[in-house]
Nanobody, 115 residues
Framework: QVQLVESGGGLVQAGGSLRLSCAAS????????MGWFRQAPGKEHEFVAG????????YYADSVKGRFTISRDNAKNAVYLQMSSLKPEDTAVYYC????????WGQGTQVTVSS
């Protein structure tokens, strides 16, 4: 079992930056691939970024490439999403996930980007 708690969301103006954190507890955090999804009002759940268990491989949605950076610190059981050059269309609830035999999800953190 893995428990995930996101933090760092908030209200920011377009062009600004935010850093999301996801703190994990439970078993063998470092064995899980991790990442972020988001869901905007009235829209589908959308993949944002992912990172392999060792951190050597990262993946991004085309919509955030060059603006968002995912990283992880296995010693701290944490994964991060540095978001820069934010746009109003980035407004969504952002969810952290841990992917193994079972996929675990956090409760989400709201990011609102004003124009």
């Amino acid at each position: 079992q893995v428990q995930l708690v996101e933090s760092g969301g908030g209200l920011v103006q377009a062009g600004g930056s935010l850093r999301l954190s996801c703190a994990a507890s439970g078993r063998t955090f470092s064995m899980y691939a991790m990442g972020w999804f988001r869901q905007a009002p009235g829209k589908e759940h959308e993949f944002v970024a992912g990172i392999s268990w060792g951190g050597g491989n990262t993946y991004y949605a085309d919509s955030v490439k060059g603006r968002f950076t995912i990283s992880r610190d296995n010693a701290k059981n944490a994964v991060y999403l540095q978001m820069s050059s934010l746009k109003p269309e980035d407004t969504a609830v952002y969810y952290c996930y841990a992917e193994g035999v079972t996929t675990y999800w956090g409760q989400g953190t709201q990011v609102t980007v004003s124009s």
